[in-house]
């Protein structure tokens, strides 16, 4: 699964740390989803969204083989 957290993480400006205490995981899931490693749950994907204020289509984005 694609996604854009990375760009989205630059334009607010935080880092993947500020990001994690936010939504309230750790920062190696952040680095995992960047790196499309982890598929994050429905509840994760929810509070990204809510963080970000962007539906999570803008956020995550499945691919051909997903």
Not at 17 to 44: C, D, F, W
């Amino acid at each position: 699964m694609k996604n854009n957290l990375k760009i989205l993480r630059a334009i607010k400006n935080i880092s993947q740390e500020e990001l994690a205490k936010h939504i309230e995981v750790s920062r190696q899931t952040i680095n995992a989803m960047e790196k499309g490693k982890y598929v994050p749950s429905t509840m994760l994907a929810l509070k990204l969204s809510r963080f970000f204020e962007k539906p999570v289509e803008e956020i995550f984005e499945l691919e051909e083989e997903d």
